[in-house]
């Protein structure tokens, strides 16, 4: 049809459908076949004798017009004041930007919740956030408790000369957030019906946000011409019972301690999820944050690998296949197949059955992580650098690019992406975690070692930096040092579980390829998440070429073939 009228060749056709893949001689005949038998009429296609074929009917081309640009939203965590727990007014933002990410029929371009908080804990006002991110609204409010309900006080802000279009302040029975989300999202519906026009019914894949399954708006509430997939009618929480109410409230204060990814806040949050689906095993979103803690905490050596997988395997089980507010699940249930079952195949069903999912921090992280370790380098580049762009002040985006770009043996465009992400981020952990480890294996020996060293007197159970002051001391010389803190290590691994990923490198420094192929085996044996990255970290160059080492990177490509024989098979 795009060459309406002309003769085209069977050889241009196989190339156009089925590329460099080898086909039978008559798959061109029956695809052609196939069509005439439901084209009408049926003639439509001729066929010109030794040269090929043309399509025949006149082709009308329709001039669509320009789709309208959505205005750009952001949503800033709600302010609360004395004695308003600390996790409500972040829950309350996150639950309006996943709900209005997810509408089929979006009113609005949603900014990325990692940039607009960001930039709200360096302090900017809301129209400062507006301008930095190119939003035209900015959603903001203020908290405040009362004697038996809270009270929320909400405006809308135009960031082109920083008027406030309108203001909402209304109460809700403390207890029963859900009550108070409800009622935000339906005046925000009813308000967005009135500043913007209608927008055409163009639908965007219908996903879900997992923090508010199962609620949707009545058509009597939905009169801004777009949907509102996560909204409640008021009577959805009156229904709900004690024991729900409560999960839902226990759900919130664990989803927000364990993106502290501060150990302790992490175990509280842990123990708030468990606690909300067992009141409430219904409430898929807490399982969700259950497994997506569990990859993070692994991640950051707050729990093995082996616990990791028993929760995440556990909670996939516990929910119904059919539940499609479950698919946000899959990336970490993925990544848990991979690095800890060695099951690709497995692995890349689960990733590719979430590919549809939009950009989200957790999601993002585990994406990315899985091309790492699958030594997808240029793959985990460009997405990273597609998240970046829409999620611009997202620090753990620009670090992990830098990391990528290290693995890469990119090391003058990782070291400049590392340098911009600490002066956009001087503070976050993981900033700091890979500015360390790049800088001192480029040769900024001193910058590499206060960098680490002021991470790991923050942190003094992220393990992570620990090894890479280690390492930075060992690269500076300073090789006493560094083998203080990894006896230190050695110690606390008879008490707790030690993530000792990065302690290859250090012996490395410290010129013991023994001990680092030991440690390795450790990583090996125990499933550590970073073990696949690891074994193309530069800093482990010298041990290339030893058998030991050879046979740990002979594991990835055995995976590798026996998913693709296991995915012919299936085909």
């Not at 590329?19 to 009429?41: F, I, M, Q």
């Not at 990782?414 to 900033?431: D, G, M, R």
Request: with cysteine; hydrophobic share 45%.
């Amino acid at each position: 049809m795009a060459h309406a009228g002309q003769v085209v060749s069977p050889a241009q056709l196989k190339h156009e459908l089925w590329g460099d893949v080898h086909v039978t001689a008559d798959s061109v005949l029956k695809c052609l076949s196939s069509l005439r038998a439901r084209l009408e009429p049926d003639v439509c296609i001729q066929t010109i004798y030794k040269r090929g074929y043309r399509f025949s009917a006149e082709i009308e081309r329709a001039s669509a017009a320009p789709a309208r640009l959505l205005l750009r939203l952001a949503i800033m965590p709600f302010a609360t004041r004395y004695s308003v727990p600390e996790y409500l007014g972040p829950a309350i933002a996150e639950e309006l930007i996943a709900t209005l990410t997810g509408a089929p029929r979006p009113a609005v371009a949603m900014l990325a919740r990692d940039s607009v908080f960001n930039l709200t804990q360096r302090g900017l006002t809301a129209q400062q956030i507006g301008k930095e991110l190119k939003a035209d609204l900015v959603l903001t409010g203020t908290l405040q408790a009362l004697c038996s309900h809270y009270r929320l006080r909400a405006e809308m802000i135009r960031v082109e000369d920083g008027v406030q279009i309108w203001v909402e302040d209304f109460l809700a029975t403390r207890g029963r957030t859900g009550e108070l989300e409800q009622e935000l999202m339906y005046r925000l519906a009813h308000r967005l019906g009135s500043v913007l026009p209608s927008h055409p019914a163009a639908a965007t894949g219908g996903f879900h946000s997992p923090m508010s399954a199962g609620m949707t708006l009545s058509p009597e509430q939905d009169k801004t011409g777009f949907d509102i997939s996560a909204s409640a009618v008021r009577e959805d929480w009156e229904e709900r019972s004690p024991r729900q109410t409560e999960a839902y409230e226990m759900f919130l204060r664990g989803h927000h301690e364990w993106q502290t990814l501060h150990r302790q806040r992490m175990q509280d949050g842990l123990q708030s999820l468990l606690r909300a689906i067992e009141l409430d095993p219904s409430l898929i979103a807490a399982k969700v944050d259950l497994a997506d803690l569990c990859v993070a905490a692994a991640f950051n050596g707050f729990m093995s690998p082996s616990v990791s997988a028993e929760l995440v395997h556990r909670t996939a089980e516990s929910i119904p296949r059919v539940s499609r507010h479950a698919e946000a699940l899959l990336p970490a249930l993925g990544w848990i197949n991979f690095h800890f079952d060695r099951n690709l195949s497995v692995a890349l069903l689960a990733f590719s059955s979430s590919a549809h999912l939009p950009h989200d921090p957790l999601i993002t992280r585990a994406r990315a992580a899985f091309a790492l370790s699958r030594q997808r380098f240029a793959e985990a580049i460009a997405l990273l650098r597609a998240a970046i762009q829409l999620d611009p002040c997202s620090a753990w985006l620009h670090s992990q690019l830098a990391w990528a770009l290290h693995l890469d043996g990119q090391a003058t465009e990782s070291l400049a992406v590392i340098q911009n992400a600490l002066s956009l981020f001087p503070e976050h952990e993981f900033t700091n975690l890979y500015g360390a480890l790049i800088f001192a294996y480029n040769g900024e020996f001193e910058h590499a070692t206060q960098l680490a060293g002021d991470l790991a007197q923050r942190r003094p159970f992220f393990d992570l930096a620990s090894a890479v002051h280690a390492y930075a001391l060992a690269c500076a010389d300073r090789k006493d040092e560094a083998r203080a803190i990894l006896e230190r290590q050695q110690w606390l691994s008879r008490e707790r579980f030690l993530l000792s990923s990065f302690t290859p490198a250090v012996f490395v420094a410290l010129g013991d390829p023994d001990a680092a192929l030991a440690e390795l085996r450790n990583a090996e044996e125990a499933r550590c998440p970073w073990f696949f990255q690891m074994l193309a970290d530069p800093r482990l160059g010298p041990l290339h070429g030893h058998p030991e080492f050879e046979r740990m990177q002979a594991i990835l490509p055995a995976m590798e073939a026996e998913a693709k024989e296991k995915l012919l098979l299936q085909d």
